[in-house]
């Protein structure tokens, strides 16, 4: 027998759903019914989202200045407030748990109008503006880098970190191994589908300018928009440096586990990811992203000195060739790069996460969570 149902709220991107189907598969393995809400993107994620039912909520974005523009999201969002409440009523959730983007916001806001327990997860350091409209409502906050605070949110906060895929899992458990002297020197360099261009421009070029020597040594995973695969593999092929270089790879995690340097963007799951399978980053924060958040990410991670933060105006093809080679040429300091991106994973965050919503859902206080008493 089920011990309840547990109603989560999401996005329809990767970013929001990946730790929502964490969480959902750790609350399955206990015994709890997970029903999901989300956009009318949602059939895209009906086959293999683990939950009984997937329930398409209307939203819309509040980005527009436009009065009228603003006028229709309003109206779209308060229907979609009507149909979380009908669904809520049906169901009856011992708890909703919201993971950002503005899908969330009429399941969320139907659920504090209706008391039923409620609790938001934000994967980045600085809160999106979904989650910083519910801030305020909700029951209890988890966080990926959110810090536990004396301040209105942080004093509702539990820094659960993100919960990662199984692959990666699988990877942390990869120990670190430095090359050495002639030894190959595996480097992976991906930049998610907006943030590619850069490194396709500027890593190979850079490349260019290391010693015959240390272009020897390198074997280069890459991920490059699929326009720009074709020149990437030539600029390889001309320098004699051995590069794999794919718009994706689906076994991304073991290649992060082979990796003797990762450069990359720092959205929240990559750094989470980089920082479980603990492998030392060159981070360089998408400078257009809208509330800064990669650079807020890549500052946690540098924090616990698992990797550097390197503005994208900063690097020059000479620059990122000076990074690189000197980081090749100092295996000790890579391997305690290494350590330190180690130190700072949360492999335990799925079940982390889980126990607070089910601390949540019986109506037990963050202070109370904070205290041990969920257990």
Do not use: C
Not at 26 to 40: F, I, M, P, Q, S
Not at 75 to 88: E, L
Not at 330 to 335: F, I, M, N, T
């Amino acid at each position: 027998m089920a011990r309840g149902v547990i109603l989560l709220a999401a996005g329809g991107t990767g970013g929001h759903l990946f730790p929502a189907e964490a969480l959902a598969h750790e609350l399955n393995e206990r015994g709890w019914t997970v029903h999901l809400a989300t956009d009318d993107r949602a059939e895209r994620f009906a086959a293999h989202f683990p939950a009984a039912a997937i329930h398409p909520i209307q939203s819309a974005t509040m980005g527009s200045k436009n009065p009228i523009a603003l006028l229709g999201a309003f109206w779209k969002i308060w229907r979609g407030v009507r149909q979380a409440s009908a669904v809520i009523a049906r169901i009856k959730p011992d708890a909703v748990v919201g993971f950002g983007g503005y899908p969330t916001l009429p399941p969320l806001y139907a659920a504090t109008r209706r008391k039923v327990p409620t609790l938001i997860h934000e994967q980045n350091a600085v809160m999106g503006r979904a989650n910083r409209a519910l801030a305020g409502r909700v029951d209890a906050i988890a966080g990926g880098f959110l810090p536990q605070d004396s301040s209105a949110a942080g004093a509702k906060t539990v820094t659960t970190g993100n919960p990662v895929r199984p692959p990666v899992l699988e990877a942390a458990k990869t120990p670190y191994t430095a090359s050495t002297g002639e030894e190959p020197f595996k480097m992976l360099v991906f930049g998610g589908s907006q943030g590619a261009q850069f490194f396709s421009d500027a890593v190979p070029t850079a490349i260019a300018l290391l010693s015959d020597a240390q272009r020897k040594r390198l074997v280069i995973t890459q991920q490059a928009r699929a326009d720009d695969v074709a020149r990437v593999k030539a600029a390889y092929a001309a320098l004699g440096v051995a590069a794999e270089v794919s718009p994706f790879f689906t076994d991304m995690a073991q290649r992060m586990a082979t990796a003797h340097l990762v450069i990359s963007r720092s959205g929240a799951s990559t750094v989470s990811e980089i920082a479980v399978i603990g492998r030392p980053a060159l981070l360089v924060p998408y400078p257009y992203a809208l509330d800064h958040d990669q650079a807020a990410n890549a500052a946690a991670l540098a924090a616990a000195g698992g990797g550097e933060v390197h503005p994208q105006s900063s690097l020059s093809p000479e620059r990122i060739a000076a990074l690189i080679g000197g980081l090749m040429d100092s295996p000790e300091r890579l391997a305690a790069m290494a350590a330190g991106a180690k130190s700072a994973g949360r492999p335990d965050a799925a079940r982390l996460l889980a126990d607070l919503t089910e601390a949540i859902a019986s109506q037990k206080t963050v202070s109370d969570f904070r205290k041990g008493t969920h257990a």
